[in-house]
């Protein structure tokens, strides 16, 4: 038997025998999903135990090293993970910031020392991360940031806003860009800190959206002092690592949807009148044909790219047109699932609607466009780094 | 007739824009929504609205109307639409007039018109049963009794269904769904014994209800035009109602583009204002193109509405699908070009967005709209 | 009886006792159309008797004054001949570009001892024009334009290439935008001429295009002495005016296919396989609905664009708006056609096909969006001149 | 299976472009089109196709083929799309040699298989009977007789039609048009009495042409596997096909997006390069995303053919729709950003638009396999 037909029949039975039921079923959304940290409360037993299980084998991160905390685990072993754990059904044991954007980004370009320090209790899930790089008025010009650190000696001195800070009101970190150097150029005086968001001066506010949650804040940092042993790698070399990370943001968030458990498709025919084992509207019919095709063709270069990426050469890149057409295909979903329902669809309150899940997820969609750079921005990047098309 | 408004309408227009910017606006709209509004609008700006006439515009110059036709009502959705102008305007003045007048008896219209057009009366039809509309395929059924009617069945999606006084109720006398003969319209006063009403909080902070009709007795009084033979007439009216509301979600993507636009102009990024982007100059010359194309379209059917042309329907489903379409291309671009502030509450273009995809399913979608033209085009 | 009624009635009648037979009948093609000019062959007596019917009463010209040969006509009239006209089927008695291009420039433009020299001659089809605007490399950068007129005192010495130039080998004179002055600022050094294409120096090169065909061709001026007097207006303003005739070049090109005889709905009910009534593929049903759609939008706003220019107010920005979204339209027709045929619409010799005029017209189609001003053009004057965007 | 290209797979792209660019360009393409060749390609370049192993893709190793399959075949496609390579190999190295290669007896591939690879015998596959695609609509008829059957009706849109030496006609042994079953493949010999072939010119300027079947004897030996049950493994084949001309799409997409690219960077107006103007960029940018996307739906597609997945036909119909709809959009783009030159004949742009219009209607356009998938996929 190859090393691999053993890790995975060793893995199915530590899953199975490791795995609580009630953790074989998709999450009912981003509430009922577990996200660490120290203040969070767990929804269940089976949800700690979950958590810790897989933690203590750090299968919460399965390709980070050991030597902090990581599974250790190469690419192959974590597909085969990834599918067993597909096959029972078991929930993501913890969702992080930390995770997805941190971590790797620290792994690349944090000291030894600091890697020590953070990466082990966000494999553990018990430091919860929160991202500040927007700031009011910046959008899409990030780089325009104008949150300033000053050294002071031993600690740097923050002041500053930051906006879209996601969770802000419930992580117990941030991870945040600042301008440490206002004389140099846009892209060269700023630098990566992480601070505590219990620090003095710190303060988040909640930004109610139009579907009516609130799961960003705006952050104000007045005097707030950040050791100097806080600060990623060197001081104005902020923007190399933050833009390492948004890399991997943007594949984060052109998956978004792509777990759904079922397609427009099935769900039309449930919800929609029908005739002759075909749906009634044969103009909403075709809509649904042409959104699916192009969700299948997006699955396949989903896939594609990471089994090129596999066979040598990074992500880059593609990374934008991944997360371009995702997101622009997730609204479209959405605004095709108002279509399949109709004005069921568009109830925002009562049992019915389920609380206006459908019309609530639609306007939450609108986002993916917008965060973790804009489609604009992913046509610029593609225009002129995969197609050297020349700038004006 | 030359497709643009003549000098009366012009003042109409004029009047309902002043109006409705003082005292009907998106603002208020979100205080209503904030303060939990049990009724929904301001009793106050809805009795100026029938003093200023807008209440009068399709009824017929013996009971009380302006005779400013469906033109009339075009103009002042149009306006109502670009504020976001939430009162029982649509349903009661331009829906339930129109059907009243145009099917009830003189003694109906005699005693039904006038509270309407003083906006004493607040009238609205229950058409729909489920998530699309479908006016064939109603089920609600009326049983004949000895001295009229018992009703049973679903409505939903009623316009203003909780601050109503009446209710023109669409119900089955004979056939089954799908069959266009057999239906047949009820007023039905609030308050009747087994007719429970239920409001519905919708995605656009406006009134919505559901009606359940658990046997509701009513004598033969209370048809409006006669039996089984609904279907003709009711068309007619929700043809109206199209272009009307298809007037509504002009006036939506009017204000959204030009609250984009200003947008563009104001908001700076990488050093410049953002409008200066040729990607998003074109897309934005591609929208203002297509919002003329529906504008066309609007007041060409308003028009043949007013003439009684047989090209109405034809031309209702016409403009009511590229209304949509335009509305939701503007919304969505809207809050694209907006960004993240376009995400926020505090912005205007979500409840923009929101109103405009119900306007869009109310009376048919693009789906349905495009689907009808077709048939009716025979291909 | 109004005097409009009158004129209808009069119309009619002399319309009923003029018009032979078989002009009663759409054109089946650019080629059966009448062109007139010094070497025009008429296809038929009776095309050659309806244009010069036509012509004696001005009615080639409708409007123009009848000082200049034309019909003197007012709107309303001139509509009411139109509707006539359409009723019984009567076709356009001359395809002019003299009648749709320069003639408008002209009565506004052009001294009246030049009015009276050219004006005639252009209503009675005797003089065919074309246009030499375009030139190798300009693109849509027309007044990059550097074909040069050098002041010789009597005349001018013209040297320089022309391209796109519409039937230039069948045409006999030409108008031309020239460059007078090439140390003016670009716009301001540019001159209008009117020149006979039988002149010493000039000849002409036809381009055969996608479609098989070659409507157009390059112009070649070679020492070409055009007298002084043959100069439009003041040397240097040639930009003002060729600009005022491309307004009217957009509004004839955004109008083409709007006569389409049968919509692409009734077309595909005669070609495609159908099932109860329906087209059988309800995909390319929903396609056709939604193509008619917008095309009844696009006429009414043709009409309302009309109405309000006849309210008061010019055609200006409106015509971009039209330009662009006609000719989007009429490329959109044409692919539809090509779904509504299959394989069919793709042959190109052959009886079957009409010597492929299905896929001809296609390929004609993809220049409506280029020619007269691209829709990238048109996009750039709508966001700038009507919505008032900014510059970069 | 990852998606992507194995070693020996690479190699085989590297040949086929190598050899395609040198031998079978547009430029060829265009010569043989202005000289009226009669043969529609290079007999000696046809030869050297077969010589490289090209003609082998799809064929069984026990019959000369050299075990690449579909993968292979789509790769090949995809350098003859770039190329728009003038030649009988889509006909019959790939769909004919797969039908035959999935559906006839042993003795039958014994005699057929080896001069296809050889490229000797040219065979094409005579399905489609009008402008669109409809294997079960088929209504030519094979009529028992005593010795074998007679065969009446007529092909259209056959490749190569005119160069074949056999034909594999679908024709109706039962049933009615409409019907699966019912269908039987026939090989027919050129000259064969009643067979009359006409050579159509299509806008591609490639090899088409009509069978007219005017009660073509042929005894029980012509069968191609078994009397009335065709559909399954001709549509399994025809899926197969779909999306080696997919994968030639593709090819098209991508050497018409490539021109276009070099243009917007070359071509310069108002004093830039025309690829500066950001409303170009971004439609540059998503067409280069679509591009992606249909590749990845191919490759997918290819791999489970040679799988024998039971998700072939879906996957066949996502990847020949995608294709359909990202050539359309590719050559529009490129003529509109090519502006005048675009239009004219000696631009290769209008060649890429011809041929990909062609390919996009051969066995089933975009509104066909949308449909089908809808069907396969039960809404």
Redesign the interface.
Known sequence: MSDHETFRQETRAWLEGNCPQSMRSPILGEDDACWGGRGFVFKSDDQKLWLERMASRGWTTPTWPTAYGGGGLNKTEAKILKEEMRKIKARNPLNSFGISMLGPMLLKYASEEMKQQYLPDIVQGKIRWCQGY?EPG????LA?LQTKAEDKGDHYLVNGQK??TSYADKADWIFCLVRTDFDAAKHLGISFLLFDMASEGVSTKP????S?NSPFCETFMDDVKVPKGQLVGEAGQGWTYAKYLLTHEREMISEMGSGAAK?V??I??E???TSE???R??????????H???Y???V??V??VR??A??GGGVGAASS?LK??GTELN?DRS?LM??V??????????Q?SGE?KV?RTW?RT??N???GG???V???I???R??????? | MALVLNEEQQLLKDSAAGFLAEKATVEHLRALRDSRSETGYDADVWAETAEMGFTAMVVDEAYGGVGFGMVGAGVVAEEMGKNLSASPWFASSVVAADLINSMASDTQKEALLGPIVEGSNIVTLAVDEGGHHDPEGISARAEKTDGGYKLYGLKSFVPDAHVATQYLVVARTSGSAGDKSGLTVFLLDRGTQGLIVDQSIMADSRNWGRLTMEGVAVTSDAIIGSVDDAFTPLDKTLDKARVVIAAELLGISRACFADTMEYLKDRKQFGVAIGTFQALQHRAAHLFSDIELAHSSIIKALQAADADSPALATLASVAKAKACQVAELATNEAVQMFGGIGMTDECNVGFYMKRARIAQALYGDYNFHAGRYADLRGF
Chains 1, 3 share one sequence.
Do not use: C, H
Not at chain 1, 281 to 290: T, V
Not at chain 1, 386 to 392: A, K, Q, R, T, V
């Open positions: 927007s910046a959008g899409s010009d325009s906006v879209w930004i109610k959206l139009i009516g397609s498709g099935e039309a025919m919800l929609s009148p084992g075909r749906l509207d044969p103009i909403l019919r075709g809509q649904i044909a042409a699916e095709i192009d299948a063709s997006f396949a270069t896939e594609r089994d090129e596999k066979a047109t371009y057409y609204k605004e108002l279509k329902g109709g004005s069921d669809a568009l109830e925002w309150e009562g019915y206006g019309a306007l609108k986002a466009s917008i965060e804009t489609s604009e992913q046509l610029n593609i225009s002129k995969i197609l050297g098309l020349p700038s004006s």
